[in-house]
């Protein structure tokens, strides 16, 4: 298993300012994945970061809206851009375990408010 | 497009009863289907994986079938508790992984005692 803690765990942020979410792992991990979550919505996958190379971003997400770090293996930020009302939602980063169930692991999540 | 339906939103059953989840999708062919357990303010809890050469997956009071050819996935739990309250969601992944792995909307179920 893996433990994942992310910071903030909830902010509130005035349009057009910007905001990095800090996702830590208790263990080394290959893949790890952003995700949102608008009220009452599903999860939507933003991208996956893979240490030492860029960010796959899915359709719908650019990097220039959310940037992505992945600096070691055990850690990642995700950066959310000249925010909107828009953009208010819950963020989450997850990894995938090791073995056979390709389960992932999920943070508790940020909770942004953009005013 | 691909899309995902969990049917319905929200389900209510009475506490001991079997709750019945339903996953359906379209314009997919998964090589496994996942579900999960979410919390109000958590993120989603691993529960079970069923890969598509697989009928029927159980784990303890959990029971997950998966049927490729309606394109369904159901998930029942059986000898239901109020603990049992939650969101359930379904997530389908592709052979490569990361790439093409999309949750359903989720069902809410409350067990009432």
């Known amino acids: 298993s893996a433990v994942i803690s992310q910071k903030p765990s909830r902010d509130i942020c005035q349009r057009g300012t910007s905001l990095t979410i800090q996702c830590q792992v208790d263990?080394?991990?290959?893949?790890m994945f952003w995700y949102r979550q608008q009220p009452g919505q599903s999860l939507t996958l933003i991208a996956t970061?893979?240490?030492?190379?860029?960010?796959?971003?899915e359709s719908g997400f650019v990097i220039d809206k959310f940037p992505i770090s992945r600096p070691n293996l055990t850690f990642s930020t995700l950066t959310v851009s000249n925010m909107s009302p828009e953009d208010s939602s819950i963020y989450l980063c997850?990894?995938?375990?090791?073995?056979?169930?390709?389960?992932?692991?999920f943070g508790p999540g940020t909770r942004l408010t953009v005013l | 497009s691909q899309k995902i339906e969990q049917n319905s939103e929200a389900l209510n059953i009475q506490e001991g009863k079997t709750a019945t989840l339903t996953c359906n999708y379209t314009n997919y062919s998964p090589a496994y289907l996942q579900w999960y357990r979410q919390d109000p303010g958590r993120g989603p809890v691993f529960l079970l994986l069923i890969r598509e050469n697989e009928k029927e997956k159980r784990k303890e009071r959990l029971k997950v079938t998966f049927d490729t050819t309606l394109k369904q996935s159901l998930f029942h739990i059986t000898a239901s508790q109020p603990a049992d309250s939650a969101t359930y969601l379904c997530a389908l992944g592709s052979r490569n992984y990361g790439q093409n792995f999309v949750f359903g909307p989720g069902t809410r179920l409350s067990v009432l005692p």
């Open positions: 997850s990894v995938e375990a090791s073995g056979s169930n390709n389960e992932q692991f």
């Open positions: 263990s080394q991990v290959t893949m």
């Open positions: 970061a893979n240490q030492g190379s860029e960010a796959t971003y």
